[in-house]
């Protein structure tokens, strides 16, 4: 079965330092990994993508995420968090032949303290 | 902002009743994909169109419905709510399909008694 894990429920850093927000995900063959940002009563808003190419893919609002195959893992980073990136992070995934269908795993709550 | 819209933001509905609930896509995405989101989980998929067509479709059962227009504007039905129906759902749509983005609307809360 296809899933998407984010370890991590909620994840606390300090204003200026880096942040890690953690996905693995089991999908067969290789899929399009993405990142949605939700801030409270709101829609998800995109982030980045991963589809092919370099392993490294930058984003909206100095994020950036790392698609590693042998692990199956797409994690988020920031080199400087911002007190304004406090918010709930989904990480989803498309196998390839699964037409429009998002996986998404269960979230992680961002915070981040002056 | 996406350029999608939901309507109603907010919904109250008892045990049994139908529900409608409307998504505009953004200016020129042909695709729709409707997903249910209960609190505290990531958004779970209903379904897919694609072209006023049904493409693809989750782990959901028939009583929830939809349909998209020609000007690709979508409707997602619920009949016969029930207390677990209570969420908030997520329009979404695209460009196209494949390696498209979908861009999300804010959601319509349905609560239901």
């Known amino acids: 079965a296809q899933s998407v894990a984010q370890p991590e429920d909620q994840v606390n850093v300090a204003e200026g330092n880096p942040l890690t927000v953690k996905c693995t995900y089991s999908?067969?063959?290789?899929?399009?990994l993405f990142w949605y940002v939700q801030y409270p009563n709101r829609g998800l808003q995109f982030l980045l993508k991963y589809i092919t190419g370099d392993n490294l893919v930058k984003g909206s609002y100095g994020f950036e995420a790392e698609f590693n195959k042998s692990q199956t893992s797409f994690h988020l980073k920031k080199p400087s968090a911002l007190v304004s990136d406090s918010a709930l992070y989904f990480c989803?995934?498309?196998?390839?032949?699964?037409?429009?269908?998002?996986?998404f795993g269960q979230g992680t709550e961002l915070s981040v303290k002056p | 902002e996406t350029g999608v819209t939901q309507s109603p933001t907010h919904l109250i509905k008892t045990r049994g009743q139908q529900v409608t609930l409307r998504c505009s896509s953004q200016s020129g995405h042909n695709t729709v994909s409707w997903y249910q989101q209960a609190l505290g989980q990531g958004p779970q998929f209903i379904f897919q169109?694609?072209?006023?067509?049904?493409?693809g479709r989750g782990n959901f059962p028939p009583r929830f419905s939809g349909l998209q227009f020609p000007n690709y504007s979508s409707e997602l039905n619920v009949n016969a709510l029930e207390l677990d129906d209570s969420a908030l759902y997520l329009c979404?749509?695209?460009?196209?399909?494949?390696?498209?983005?979908?861009?999300f609307g804010p959601g319509t809360r349905l609560t239901v008694l």
């Open positions: 999908v067969s063959g290789n899929p399009y």
């Open positions: 169109y694609y072209r006023e067509e049904e493409n």
């Open positions: 979404a749509s695209s460009p196209g399909q494949g390696t498209d983005t979908q861009y």
């Open positions: 989803a995934v498309r196998g390839r032949n699964q037409g429009g269908k998002l996986i």
